[in-house]
T-cell receptor, first 112, second 114 residues
Framework: GESVGLHLPTLSVQEGDNSIINCAYS??????FIWYKQESGKGPQFIID?????DKRQGQRVTVLLNKTVKHLSLQIAATQPGDSAVYFC???????????FGSGTRLSIRP | EPEVTQTPSHQVTQMGQEVILRCVPI?????FYWYRQILGQKVEFLVS????????KSEIFDDQFSVERPDGSNFTLKIRSTKLEDSAMYFC????????????FGPGTRLTVL
């Protein structure tokens, strides 16, 4: 069945340090894995995606890693800033559909 | 920067009443979605809409729900007879033709059913 989940519900990081948010998935048939960020009082915001045939993809200050062997997805945020405080959702999508299946979120809080 | 807008920001209704949640997607987008998020839980897909018809819907989207694009700019979600468990944040989203994974979400409408 469809299942995307997260290892930890909360993560506290010192400002300036790197953050790593992890996610486990169970459905190997997904074609894309996606990270969304949700700030308080706002809708989810796309961060980055990765196709299932890739291992790594980099964006601006963010890197997504995909390990298909252990069905693990991670989001790395470099030099974490106060504005990175949010709930981060991993998500997946099949090529045959346009809906996005969200996992449970991880709340990232930044210590000054 | 273009954005998805939603009205109202908060809707309070009595159980059994009909509600209509309104969305204005980004103007050149052709794919539209409704998602909901029960407080503290993950975001759940409800329905996708393209070319004036539903392209996909979830089990949540039963006969009590309907969507409509009444004109060239609005996209609405109607719940015919609200139940207590319909209380949630409802998000509208839209995307461009070429960006399958990047959906632009509105700020949401908080629906409270009493």
């Amino acid at each position: 069945g469809e299942s995307v989940g997260l290892h930890l519900p909360t993560l506290s990081v010192q400002e300036g340090d790197n953050s790593i948010i992890n996610c486990a998935y169970s459905n190997s048939a997904s074609d894309y894995f996606i990270w969304y960020k949700q700030e308080s009082g706002k809708g989810p915001q796309f961060i980055i995606d990765i196709r299932s045939n890739m291992d790594k993809r980099q964006g601006q200050r963010v890197t997504v890693l995909l390990n298909k062997t252990v069905k693990h997805l991670s989001l790395q945020i470099a030099a974490t800033q106060p504005g990175d405080s949010a709930v981060y959702f991993c998500a997946e999508r099949y090529s045959s559909a346009s809906k996005i299946i969200f996992g449970s979120g991880t709340r990232l809080s930044i210590r000054p | 920067e273009p954005e998805v807008t939603q009205t109202p920001s908060h809707q309070v209704t009595q159980m059994g009443q009909e509600v209509i949640l309104r969305c204005v997607p980004i103007s050149n987008h052709l794919y539209f979605y409704w998602y909901r998020q029960i407080l503290g839980q993950k975001v759940e897909f409800l329905v996708s809409f393209y070319n004036n018809e539903i392209s996909e819907k979830s089990e949540i989207f039963d006969d009590q729900f309907s969507v409509e694009r009444p004109d060239g700019s609005n996209f609405t979600l109607k719940i015919r007879s609200t139940k207590l468990e319909d209380s949630a944040m409802y998000f509208c989203a839209s995307r461009a033709t070429s960006s399958y994974n990047e959906q632009f979400f509105g700020p949401g409408t908080r629906l409270t059913v009493l």
